[in-house]
């Protein structure tokens, strides 16, 4: 069983930054692939980026590219999503979710984070 929580979204002016953070109850967070997805009102939960169990190996949306790092540091049981230049389209709930990269990549997991909600105004 995993227990995800979220945390450091926030609202931020066009431009700035956040960095999310994915908290995991689990001993065995290092056997995981992690990723984000974020949900913007009214609209589908999208794939942000994912990062193998391993950490170096990483993907993002296109529309991400450049602008976000997802990082992960096992001994913490913790996932990161640094967030750059953030751009109003960037406004939605973000989920942290845990599981094998084939159903992460397809929106598929057992395991989700409760969500932290960022706010990009213009």
């Known amino acids: 069983q995993v227990q995800l929580v979220e945390s450091g979204g926030g609202l931020v002016q066009a431009g700035g930054s956040l960095r999310l953070s994915c908290a995991a109850t689990t001993r065995s967070f290092s056997t995981y692939d992690m990723a984000w997805f974020r949900q913007a009102p009214g609209k589908e939960r999208d794939l942000v980026a994912t990062?193998?169990?391993?950490?170096?190996?990483?993907n993002y949306a296109d529309s991400v590219k450049g602008r976000f790092t997802i990082s992960r540091d096992n001994a913490k049981n913790t996932v990161y999503l640094q967030m750059n230049n953030l751009k109003p389209e960037d406004t939605a709930v973000y989920y942290c979710a845990a599981g094998g990269i084939v159903g992460l990549r397809r929106g598929v997991s057992n395991y989700w984070g409760q969500g932290t909600q960022v706010t990009v105004s213009s």
């Open positions: 990062i193998r169990w391993s950490g170096p190996i990483t």
